[in-house]
């Protein structure tokens, strides 16, 4: 089929529109604005914890059966996770108490070696730990052992070492 058998496009009701490729709800959704598509796609990047694409519908786009007038135009990263903590208190005169929480945090700096990290570490992943005792030394370590961005799964913490 050539391009010229193609029928004639015709505009969408909703010229912007959303495409989630990590996700078991419609992998397409539009919107009737820039705006609120802009807000639904931090949203569902948030959701999912993958980014995803951003698309604008226009006449002067290509018309081929690929793109039928829709264009790419931005991909929006996750900037919050939802991660389940295990966390080992451990205490100088009370043992260890192993507690469980889940958060919602902002997604880390990506260089793990910058004081941005550190200071992400210590507001997000640090502020989860503990059970209230405040005599004597305590150690904790955390495991991330769920999360809505994958690249978290797995990641330890230690502090008061």
């Not at 058998?5 to 539009?30: E, I, M, N, Y």
């Not at 992943?125 to 809505?148: E, H, K, L």
Request: aromatic share 8%; glycine share 6%.
């Amino acid at each position: 089929m050539s391009e010229h058998d193609l029928p004639v496009p015709v505009k969408p009701l909703r010229a912007f529109r959303v495409r989630r490729h990590h996700s078991q709800t419609p992998g397409v959704v539009a919107y009737a604005t820039r705006e609120a598509r802009d807000r639904g796609a931090q949203r569902w990047a948030d959701h999912d914890g993958h980014s995803v694409l951003t698309e604008l519908w226009d006449s002067s786009h290509p018309h081929d059966a690929a793109n039928r007038g829709w264009a790419v135009d931005g991909v929006v990263a996750p900037q919050l996770a939802t991660v389940t903590l295990h966390i080992e208190n451990h205490y100088e005169r009370y043992g260890m108490v192993e507690t469980t929480a889940t958060v919602t945090i902002p997604v880390p700096p990506a260089d793990q070696d910058s004081d941005a990290y550190d200071d992400w570490c210590q507001e997000h992943i640090f502020a989860a730990t503990g059970t209230g005792r405040t005599d004597g030394d305590a150690a904790y370590f955390v495991r991330i052992t769920a999360s809505t961005v994958p690249a978290l799964l797995g990641r330890e913490f230690e502090f008061g070492l």
